[in-house]
């Protein structure tokens, strides 16, 4: 088992960078395939980016692509996710969650997930 720790998020002007952390527990994290979601008020956990398990494959949603980075260090037990040029439609809860299956776009894909890192964007 893992457990994910999601920190870095807070209020942020549009057009402005965050930088979140996700922390794995465990000595067995660079098994794990990697993803961030994200929940707005009102809207179901979306797919957001993923990672391989060394982090040479990344994939992103389209509404973010060329604007958030995902990366890892795996020396670390850490995931990252790059905020750049952030619009006020990001504000959102961040998750981490982490599979050792897949590499999925699906919240049902992860079995594991963390408490969540509150993004508001202000326009």
């Known amino acids: 088992q893992v457990q994910l720790v999601e920190s870095g998020g807070e209020l942020v002007q549009a057009g402005g960078s965050l930088r979140l952390s996700c922390a794995a527990s465990g000595r067995t994290f660079s098994v794990y395939y990697m993803g961030w979601f994200r929940q707005a008020p009102g809207k179901e956990r979306e797919f957001v980016a993923h990672i391989s398990q060394s982090g040479g494959y990344t994939n992103y949603a389209g509404s973010v692509k060329g604007r958030f980075t995902i990366s890892r260090d795996n020396a670390k037990n850490l995931v990252y996710l790059q905020l750049n040029s952030l619009k006020p439609e990001d504000t959102a809860i961040y998750y981490c969650?982490?599979?050792?299956?897949?590499?999925?776009?699906?919240?049902?894909?992860?079995?594991?997930w963390g408490q969540g890192t509150q993004v508001t964007v202000s326009s």
């Open positions: 969650a982490a599979d050792r299956v897949r590499l999925g776009t699906r919240t049902f894909e992860y079995d594991y």
